[in-house]
């Protein structure tokens, strides 16, 4: 069984940075391709980014693009969301997300076949 375990999450300033980690057990990581979303309270659960799993593209909500950057390392069976210039509307739970790379990209909730636990992060005005 695959499981995601989010790490690195917490209370910022706006205009600080945070670095997400997920780390991936149970299959390698390079079968997958891998994403974040996240969800604030009172809202559904939205995209934030993706990578394939030889991190040949990467794709960004508008929202985010320009100041998160999404990565990977499948030697460390890792996936990295490091995010900089944070906003207080940046607040929200983070889920580490994976989808089987043969299916292709992950960039709606349905996509996902595997989920993290999630990782909350506040970010103060």
């Known amino acids: 069984q695959v499981q995601l375990v989010e790490s690195g999450g917490g209370l910022v300033q706006a205009g600080g940075s945070l670095r997400l980690s997920c780390v991936v057990s149970g299959r390698a990581s390079k079968d997958y391709t891998m994403g974040w979303f996240r969800q604030a309270p009172g809202k559904g659960r939205e995209f934030v980014a993706v990578?394939?799993?030889?991190?040949?593209?990467?794709s960004y909500a508008v929202s985010v693009k320009g100041r998160f950057t999404i990565a990977r390392d499948n030697a460390k069976n890792t996936v990295y969301l490091q995010m900089n210039s944070l906003k207080p509307e940046d607040t929200a739970i983070y889920y580490c997300?994976?989808?089987?790379?043969?299916?292709?990209?992950?960039?709606?909730?349905?996509?996902?076949?595997?989920w993290g636990q999630g990782t909350q992060v506040t970010v103060s005005s």
């Open positions: 990578i394939t799993r030889s991190s040949v593209t990467t």
């Open positions: 997300a994976a989808r089987e790379w043969i299916l292709g990209l992950l960039t709606s909730p349905t996509d996902v076949n595997y």
